[in-house]
């Protein structure tokens, strides 16, 4: 007989109280090409396993001093699991082979035993022997792809969790069988607990499964915007629904949906439309009424000095209003790409508010407006930019006066109101409707009513204020009635005692 020729020969572990059989055992298997190693007991069997644990077969005798065979196996397996061990013995019984067995022997080798009798024993252990090691390689490698399938779901599942677009899988048969947390604004009526759930159920709004539907029956990926009007905030989003094909069959599997969030877009969108209507409207008027008096003067239809003055005036009137809403434009600009540069200081608002209304008197006066300025003398500071402060009170007293009523008042109060200083602007005006209060801080809204049709503006003001006062963390807020007039409370957090 002859070895399989490897790099590293196999070990052979002999342990015998016997000299002869030990040097018989090994004078054989050293002749076939294994590394042989003896001992004459147990014990020492056990330090030579702990020191070559690589070892293939053990052939060890049943009975010797001190530790027997059996006593032997069971500590060997635990050394050399996959070790295979041979019993040597010249009292072999049912009752020994049982027990030796039930201890993990693998065969017997009956005393006396010729070369043979040893080759063919050996050959046929380390035939098993390589047989458990292939086995456990296979049962390694299969747990290794097994946990590296799961670990690859579970980062599949990690990913799909984490995108911030909405995911959805459904069947051939149409019941949902993956989603995300993004894909919650889709399905109201999903139970995370149920596996498999009907879409059709599930699903909303209506029109997102009319794309489904259409995707699986075209067989052709699909996308659309979809309003999701079963929200109480009505959004908007865009979905991608793709059909999945078996390739060469070409069986119908499934369809998976991606989404995302276009809700701010359509709001930007919506602005943008807003705003080339204002403008178009904002400059066309004034730009149409500064050439038709240009015009006049130019053809010397007015030749008369006064007239001509007052076409001036207007003229003048009408590009300010230009002016005011570039200034406005640019300060939105600013806010929105956080450009803005501030010198934030103690400022006292009393004279910001006076600085304002003498700003404002030429206006007041010639609509025959009284304005009111009441502030307390100890009244806090409010650490913020100057040019901020004024641009916000010069809104809303703007505001005050040219939504009053001729001979109308105007009232400024400021007050300390805990860790806030609060500044109301209060006037005798036309008032703002109930319904579009929600809407009045709004970028280029304007409420459109017959009273107010001769007043100028680009719809920014308020919008400008809201955006100041978020940003000292303070807060404004609304009361008005049609016909009675209207007051904007604005709280700015304070700091320290003004000076007298």
Request: charged content about 25%.
């Amino acid at each position: 007989m002859s070895t399989d020729q490897s790099a590293v020969p196999e070990t052979i572990l002999v342990i015998d109280d016997e000299v002869g059989i030990r040097n018989g055992c090994r004078r054989v298997l050293s002749a076939e090409g294994f590394q042989v190693r003896l001992a004459e007991t147990a014990e020492q069997g056990l330090e030579l396993l702990r020191a070559h644990p690589e070892t293939s077969l053990t052939l060890v005798d049943l009975r010797m001093p001190g530790m027997g065979g059996l006593e032997y196996l069971p500590q060997a397996a635990e050394l050399a699991p996959e070790m295979v061990s041979v019993v040597i013995t010249a009292y072999a019984t049912i009752e020994t082979a049982v027990e030796a067995t039930k201890r993990g022997a693998y065969d017997f080798l009956v005393k006396p035993f010729t070369p043979d009798d040893l080759l063919r024993v050996t050959y046929k252990a380390l035939q098993h022997v390589r047989l458990l090691r292939e086995r456990n390689r296979l049962q390694a490698e299969q747990e290794r792809r097994l946990l590296e399938l799961a670990t690859e779901k579970s980062r599949l599942r990690i990913i799909i969790n984490a995108m911030a677009e909405g995911v959805l899988v459904a069947n051939a048969e149409g019941s949902l069988v993956l989603y995300n947390p993004a894909a919650l604004r889709v399905l109201p009526g999903c139970d995370p607990q149920v596996a498999v759930s009907d879409l059709k159920r599930v699903l909303q709004p209506p029109a997102l499964l009319a794309l489904i539907n259409e995707a699986q029956e075209q067989r052709k990926r699909l996308s659309r915007e979809i309003a999701l009007t079963h929200l109480p905030e009505q959004g908007w989003i865009l979905a991608d629904a793709a059909p999945v094909v078996e390739q060469g069959s070409g069986a119908f599997l499934g369809t998976v949906v991606v989404f995302r969030d276009i809700t701010e877009l359509k709001k930007v969108e919506q602005v943008k439309a807003q705003f080339v209507n204002m403008v178009a409207h904002e400059l066309r008027a004034p730009l149409a009424a500064i050439d038709g008096y240009l015009a006049l003067m130019q053809e010397g239809l007015a030749t008369d000095p006064a007239q001509q003055r007052q076409m001036v005036a207007r003229s003048r009137q009408r590009l300010k209003a230009l002016l005011d809403l570039v200034g406005d434009l640019l300060n939105m600009a600013r806010m929105e790409a956080g450009t803005v540069r501030r010198e934030i200081e103690p400022h006292c608002l009393r004279e910001i508010a006076s600085e304002v209304l003498e700003m404002m008197a030429p206006l007041a006066a010639e609509r025959e407006i009284t304005c009111h300025l009441e502030f307390p003398p100890d009244l806090p500071p409010v650490e913020a930019d100057r040019e901020e402060l004024i641009r916000l009170c010069n809104n809303l007293v703007s505001n005050a006066i040219k939504y009053n009523r001729e001979s109308g008042e105007v009232r400024i109060v400021g007050e300390r109101e805990g860790p806030f200083v609060k500044l109301v602007v209060s006037d005798t005006g036309v008032g703002i409707s109930e319904e579009n209060q929600q809407r009045l801080f709004s970028e280029f809204f304007r409420e459109r009513r017959a009273e107010s049709r001769h007043v100028t503006g680009t719809g920014l003001g308020l919008s400008i204020v809201k955006r100041i006062v978020d940003f000292y963390h303070g807060r404004v807020e609304v009361q008005s009635r049609p016909g009675q007039g209207t007051t904007f409370t604005v709280w700015l957090p304070c700091r320290f005692q003004c000076r007298e």
